[in-house]
Nanobody, 124 residues
Framework: QVQLVESGGGLVQAGAVLRLSCAAS????????MGWFRQAPGKEREFVAA????????RYVDSVKGRFTISRDNDKNTIYLQMNSLKPEDTAVYFC?????????????????WGQGTQVTVSS
């Protein structure tokens, strides 16, 4: 089992910056791809970004390219999502996810492990 705990969400104004963190514990000796998904009210959960092990490959949904950056610190078993130029449409619960397959994680809306989520609210 892998436990994922997100932090860093909050209420900000449009144009602001936030950095989300996700700390993994448990079977962290296994090399997992990790990523971020989000779910806005009344909408389905969507893929946001993913990073492979040990971090050479990344993928983003088009709507965040150029604004969000995913990174990982493998020594700390932690990934980050740097979110710049936030927009009201970025408002959602953001979930951290992990899967042994980068292809699975980055290619759809499924993962082996999920965090509980952290709320990001961007006001206009």
């Amino acid at each position: 089992q892998v436990q994922l705990v997100e932090s860093g969400g909050g209420l900000v104004q449009a144009g602001a910056v936030l950095r989300l963190s996700c700390a993994a514990s448990g079977r962290t000796h296994i090399t997992y791809a990790m990523g971020w998904f989000r779910q806005a009210p009344g909408k389905e959960r969507e893929f946001v970004a993913a990073i492979s092990w040990p971090g050479l490959n990344t993928r983003y949904v088009d709507s965040v390219k150029g604004r969000f950056t995913i990174s990982r610190d493998n020594d700390k078993n932690t990934i980050y999502l740097q979110m710049n130029s936030l927009k009201p449409e970025d408002t959602a619960v953001y979930f951290c996810a992990a899967d042994e397959s980068y292809g699975v994680l980055s290619g759809g809306n499924t993962a082996e492990y999920w965090g509980q989520g952290t709320q990001v609210t961007v006001s206009s």
